[in-house]
């Protein structure tokens, strides 16, 4: 533990977090991989049989191997070194969601780069290859996400054997790039214990669809199927239809409303009021302490309030 | 997306490639199931590959295991020596290469390749095979390449390419490892393969040395150190025949004791009365046996080898590879000059009670009219003469075959003379012994040694004189002197020499074209032999020659900076440089607006490519076409969808001139 403690922090001291990194000596490393512990177990077989049948050519091919074993740690690293990386995005969602983190790999497209891996702590390895000639490829990783806040998708391994599987070359990068995770939606607004929240006390119309509200003269402009067509017919004039919706006051999702819980279930609850005023369909906004939301409706006002919900006095937390 | 750990089809192919490759060359020193299982298991898998058959059931995997083991247990008996472990190895590959399934299973299948080929080395060192080993390795390299290739950049030529790049580098480092890698006896005793004893045995029915003709295959080379003796002097002497049992002649158990061999660094070393001296060397090919070739009479001065009682050089182990060693003879000594012990005496007059009585007849009665042995010998000589023919293809004998040869035949080859010979003159009382080895050789033009053949294979006497000691005569020279004077592809024909190898190079010596080829072939192998295969012998030498000196610190010197060297390419090509590199693309780009600039139209800051395009076109309406085209391949490149033709950009741009 104490080791692991030592080299994350050694870890962090080299490689700290940044928005993007280019592949290069300071953030690569190589040892050899399990085929390559095998391979060289396979060489220390072929230098005994060369020593024991005193055999020149056998001796020759033995350290021939060996030569190829050095030459793939330069194409190893040649195959990672050179690639920027950079997270593109990261999807916002529930605690328990899987969240995708978009991650760009670029390269001066010189050299084919192939059987690259890459993964997050705990997180299936997605091989990525770069041709040729192409600019930049990207690779989607899924991140758990457990508890509301800011999901950093944690250190990014870089990792490839290519060519020949012997070496393994590796990075542990830290990349900028986070995505909020919102609160458990608890039971809403319905049930909130203080009051404000109650409906219905003053209605106020608008312009709608759903009930009749009189007749007004036709005024250019208005759509043919409003006209009510029997009042021409009996020759009174040219009225249109005109209909209102009851409307929907504005509600206030507000901090105060759920005074006696602790802050984490607050949250937990005017997440739940936000889909439920979303779900009725009338203008709401959101009032934390120190900040509050305009009104509004739709997908953007609803992601947006969200948000506001992961990040209020959040903790960072990392993935895996 | 296929999983990282499937093995992916470019590695598939490759890897039976690989196996192919691998194994082919072993099927000759193979009992002829291995191959056959092999076969199958590669046939089997490019099926697989084609989506034909699926993966072989458990029952056939067992059916399969199974042959191979009885074929182990019926070929072999017990599993050791070299081939009984080759063939488990081959089997071992073959059925893992049937039933692989992920890419750690053609991890191993690869690494055993590997050694599959080189293993290859233990039966033949020759150049040619090392370079087939060489080919194999890349192939192998390949397959693995393969495996490790992801699917979305699927090719099947890239894995072969990526392998050439990687052992281009690794062949001078590899060479450098090999010269400085200090070389260690043998650790344990190992079985060496069992060498189907081509050349002469140490046995000699009459007959047997006529299948030696027919193979120009190189016996030894000798390499001397001054003047070559001509071609009358050269007796290889090999082994010396003098236990006779009626069919065949073997060497005396007296002589095969080790107890009478003066080995090298021996303090009974005998010093010879004669100061002409011959310093030579000798690279000999796989025999099997214990004996050396030399020159009468021998001393012997690498280790492990030593002189034995009938003057004949030995070896402390069978020569089951190409082995070098250095003699020193002295062709004018006289050996055994003060007399045979008794126990020799019997030995070397011995004769079985009633076989060829008609011959011991004659020579009883020859022995009464001429006693003095020399003029026996001359009687019989002028005897072979005047009534007996040299033929490579002589009748064949009965039971009494010397009796048979002298009184009705009387037409054969080197062995049947020398047989007669000695039987005779052992009848006649004279001590006498039958000496297997070489005679001849053919002198190298360029470099200063001579190449045996198997087909210079040859039989003679030796009899003991009083006040002379053991002195050489060669019946066969007073039948075929040519025999002795030429080789003998230019007295027989070559139908008759090579009537079993049609296709052998040798007989085409008549061919300049191929001739010369093929002594160009064999003075490379020569050199590869002298350096690759006996370096052993040579590496303080060549390391002192090459550093000035063999001090550790010296040696690392060396070993750091030639890796550095050898790797310094790769490093150049590979090195990605500090800083963001410019994309390809745009490089090239640039070397087009660069050719253009030179022609009086430049690119203006922030012009994009296709108002400059528009504009370059205007200004030079011949090459309009190739401008615009340049144009669409750039803009495909950078800003198309998927992966652009880098190739193609680049042929249009250095092909451009304005």
Redesign the interface.
């Known amino acids: 533990m104490a080791f692991e403690k030592f080299f994350e922090d050694w870890l962090e001291r080299r490689l700290p977090r940044v928005e993007r990194i ?1 592949l ?1 000596r300071r953030s690569i490393f190589t040892f050899p991989s399990r ?1 390559g512990l ?2 060289l177990l ?1 060489l220390a ?2 230098w ?2 060369a ?18 074993f ?3 740690i ?2 190893g ?2 195959n990672v ?2 690639v ?1 990386l950079r997270i593109l995005a990261v999807d916002s969602g529930f605690p328990g969601e899987s969240l995708r983190v978009d991650i760009e790999l670029s390269h ?5 780069r ?2 690259i ?1 890459l993964y997050f702590p705990g997180t299936t ?1 997605q ?3 770069l ?5 930049s490829t990207v690779a989607s990783l899924y991140v758990r996400a457990k508890r509301r806040g800011r999901l950093r998708p944690g250190r990014l391994t870089v990792e490839s ?5 012997l070496i393994r070359i590796w990075s542990h990068v830290r990349l900028d790039g986070w995505g909020a995770v919102y609160p458990r939606p608890g039971a809403g607004a319905s049930h909130a214990d203080g009051g404000g929240a109650e409906s219905g006390a003053v209605q106020s119309e608008v312009a709608g669809t759903e009930d009749f509200a009189g007749l007004e003269p036709y005024r250019q402009g208005e759509a043919w199927n409003r006209i009510a067509w029997k009042q021409v017919a009996r020759g009174q004039g040219v009225y249109t239809k005109h209909f209102v919706d009851p409307a929907a006051e504005p509600q206030w999702l507000d901090w105060a409303h759920f005074p006696d819980l602790d802050r984490e279930s607050r949250l937990s609850r005017l997440c739940g009021a936000v889909l439920e005023a979303d779900m009725a369909g009338r203008d709401y906004g959101l009032k934390l302490p120190g900040e509050s939301s305009a009104l509004g409706q739709g997908e953007a006002h609803r992601t947006r309030l969200l948000r506001m919900l992961a990040l209020f006095e959040c903790e960072d937390q990392e993935a895996g | 997306m296929a999983a990282p750990w499937q093995i992916s089809r470019a590695g598939a192919l490759w890897l039976v490639v690989a196996f192919a490759v691998c194994i082919a060359p072993l099927a000759a020193y193979l009992p002829l199931w291995v191959p056959g299982v092999a076969a199958l298991a590669a046939l089997w898998r490019l099926g697989i590959h084609s989506g034909r058959w699926g993966a072989p059931g458990w029952g056939l995997k067992a059916a399969l295991a199974l042959v191979c083991v009885a074929g182990l247990v019926l070929s072999f008996r017990r599993l050791q020596g070299l081939e009984p472990m080759v063939s488990l190895l081959v089997c071992a590959f073959s059925l893992k290469l049937l039933e692989m399934r992920q890419r750690r299973d053609a991890l191993v299948v690869i690494f055993l390749g590997y050694f599959v080929a080189i293993v290859l080395a233990l039966f033949d060192q020759g150049m040619l095979v090392a370079l087939y080993i060489l080919a194999a390795m890349v192939v192998v390299s390949a397959s693995l390449v393969g495996l490790h290739q992801s699917a979305a950049q699927h090719s099947y030529r890239r894995p072969l390419r990526t392998a050439l790049y990687i052992f281009l580098p690794a062949l001078p480092l590899a060479i450098v490892f090999f010269l400085v890698m200090p070389r260690l006896g043998p650790l344990w005793g190992v079985p060496a393969p069992g060498v189907a004893v081509t050349g002469m045995s140490d046995s000699l029915r009459l007959g047997q040395v006529a299948s030696l003709s027919g193979s120009s295959a190189i016996a030894f080379r000798a390499e001397f150190e001054g003047e070559v003796p001509p071609r009358e002097q050269r007796y290889w002497r090999g082994v010396t025949l003098s236990h006779f049992d009626g069919e065949s002649w073997e060497r005396a158990a007296w002589w095969s004791a080790q107890r009478g061999i003066r080995w090298t660094g021996d303090e009974r070393r005998d010093d010879p009365d004669t100061a002409t001296a011959l310093d030579y060397r000798v690279i000999l090919e796989k025999t099997g046996g214990t004996w050396l070739y030399s020159l009468a009479y021998p001393q012997a001065l690498t280790a492990n080898t030593g002189v034995a009682q009938d003057f004949t050089l030995v070896s402390r182990s069978p020569v089951t590879r190409r082995t070098e060693y250095q003699v020193r003879s002295f062709p004018d000594r006289h050996v055994d000059r003060d007399g045979l012990g008794a126990l020799q005496r019997r030995v070397e007059t011995q004769l079985p009670e009633n076989s060829n009585p008609r011959t011991r007849r004659l020579a009883a009665a020859w022995a009464a009219e001429t006693p003095e042995p020399r003029a026996l010998i001359e009687r019989l000589l002028r005897h072979y003469h005047r009534g007996f023919s040299y033929t490579l293809t002589p009748p064949s004998l009965g039971q009494h075959a010397v009796d048979d040869f002298l009184f009705s035949s009387r037409a054969g080859f080197c062995e049947h003379f020398a047989a007669s010979f000695v039987f005779f003159m052992r009848a006649a009382g004279v001590p006498a012994r039958i000496v297997g080895g070489y005679q001849g050789g053919e002198l190298d033009e360029a470099g200063n040694y001579l190449v045996v053949r198997q087909y210079d294979a040859h039989a003679w006497a030796e009899v003991w004189l009083e006040g002379e000691g053991w002195a050489r005569v060669d019946p066969t020279a007073a039948v075929a002197p040519e025999r002795i004077l030429s080789n003998l592809l230019s007295m027989m024909s070559a139908d008759v020499v090579f009537a079993n190898s049609p296709l052998d190079l040798a007989r085409f010596q008549g061919v300049p074209l191929i001739n010369q080829l093929r002594l160009r072939m064999e003075r490379l192998e020569y050199q590869w032999a002298r350096w690759v295969l006996g370096y052993d012998t040579e590496q303080s030498n060549v390391l002192a020659r090459l550093l000035g000196g063999l001090d550790p610190l010296r040696i690392a010197t060396f070993v750091l900076l030639a890796s550095a060297l050898c790797l310094a390419p790769v490093l150049f090509a590979m090195y990605p440089g500090r800083r963001r590199g410019k994309h390809v693309g745009d490089q090239l780009y640039a070397e087009f607006c660069a050719r253009l600039a030179r022609a009086g139209c430049e690119r203006a800051r922030g012009e994009g490519p296709r108002d400059f395009a528009a504009r370059a076109s205007r200004n030079f309406p011949a090459d309009a076409a190739a401008i615009n085209s340049i144009r669409d391949a750039y803009l495909a490149l950078r800003y198309g969808p998927g992966s652009g033709d880098v190739a193609h950009l680049r042929r249009l741009v250095k092909g451009f001139r304005v």
């Open positions: 280019r290069g085929a095998f391979f396979v077989l072929l005994l049989l020593i024991n049948y005193e055999n020149n050519v056998v001796f020759f091919f033995a350290a021939l191997l060996g030569a190829v050095v030459v793939t330069l194409h690293y040649s070194a050179g920027t001066d497209g010189k050299r084919h192939d059987d891996k390895p091989q990525v290859s041709a040729k000639g192409t600019d054997v290519y060519p020949l599987g």
